[in-house]
């Protein structure tokens, strides 16, 4: 005698083995995880965390592709163009999957909704605020009052138009009625050599980035992007975050790195990668190992939480945008 369908699906899922194993999916080859961006960058340096941890995990080896260009379009587009097969991920930035949307209104070649399948965030941080130490101002309030004092004259870099030191910037000038010059540069390493030689007087950037010469006495903190001060490493908790030195301004830079698959990969693959990317990035090691680097491990609860999150990104990083008045072609 057989069991009626209805009989059949009331059954818990533990006492049907077989169907739960034909839901399961699990790598059967080397995977790539794209990053792009340059070597040696936060974005790589998170990369390579994750890949080294994951392998463990997921019972593979895990290749690290460094793919880099047009503000991280190249890589995201060759992950959005992969088989959807989970053999292909993304480690993406909220600059390429939140704002290259507004910024390359013309030459996007996708888009971080359609062509994506969420999976989480595994990291969470802000960017700083740092001048070269030979420059007089200690504070920002010193700051500000130099850059009104001589519009124009005073130089920040970025690591490219559009990304979020410059959208830091533009959201700072606004805000305290000022103007710093914005001199892009393409990447944050140029940029930092010449904060180092006294070319540029200051610099937004993420914080992995700009540590090692905080650390070293060569660049000074004046504060951090988020509204409110970090504690997550050490040596900024004294640094004042936007609500101190520019209040009811409602600047709150949160920057982010989070995990895509090419859209249309299975539901099955596409939880299991949730599955593994929360393991890792909630055990205690990665956070030992990111947080002096100046980013807060995250998992989202599930890949539709992310997806929601994603959405509600995109107004945000839509405005910094406009306010900016930055394009990109």
């Not at 080859?29 to 340059?38: D, E, G, Q, T, W």
């Amino acid at each position: 005698m057989t069991l009626s369908r209805r009989a059949l699906a009331a059954l818990p899922a533990l006492a049907l083995p077989g169907l739960a194993h034909a839901q399961a999916w699990a790598p059967t080859r080397s995977i790539r995880l794209v990053v792009p961006f340059a070597a040696g960058g936060a974005v790589d340096i998170t990369g390579r965390l994750l890949a080294e941890r994951l392998q463990g995990v997921l019972g593979q080896s895990i290749v690290v592709e460094n793919r880099g260009g047009a503000g991280g379009n190249l890589g995201a587009d060759a992950v959005a163009k992969a088989e959807p097969d989970g053999h292909t991920i993304l480690l993406g930035t909220a600059s390429i999957l939140a704002a290259n949307k507004f910024l390359f209104q013309r030459g996007m070649p996708f888009d971080p909704i359609r062509d994506f399948a969420p999976v989480t965030r595994v990291s969470t941080g802000t960017v700083l605020l740092v001048v070269n130490a030979d420059r007089p101002w200690r504070s920002f309030a010193e700051l500000v009052a130099a850059a009104k004092a001589q519009p124009g004259r005073l130089s920040m870099g970025s690591s490219g138009t559009g990304t979020p030191s410059h959208l830091t910037l533009a959201s700072i000038n606004r805000a305290a009625g000022m103007d710093i010059s914005h001199i892009p540069y393409r990447g944050g390493g140029p940029a930092i050599n010449d904060l180092l030689s006294g070319t540029i007087d200051m610099m937004f950037d993420v914080i992995p980035a700009l540590m090692p010469h905080v650390r070293s006495g060569r660049f000074r903190p004046l504060a951090v992007g988020s509204a409110e001060r970090i504690a997550y490493v050490p040596e900024l908790r004294e640094v004042p975050g936007m609500r101190e030195v520019l209040p009811n301004s409602g600047i709150d830079m949160q920057s982010w790195y989070a995990t895509v698959l090419p859209a249309r990969t299975p539901a099955p693959a596409v939880a299991r990668w949730h599955e593994a990317l929360a393991q890792v990035v909630r055990a205690p090691d990665f956070r030992e190992r990111l947080s002096p680097l100046g980013f807060e491990p995250v998992a989202d609860d599930s890949p539709a939480a992310f997806g929601a999150y994603l959405n509600s990104q995109l107004a945000v990083w839509e405005r910094l945008v406009k306010e900016s008045g930055a394009t990109l072609e």
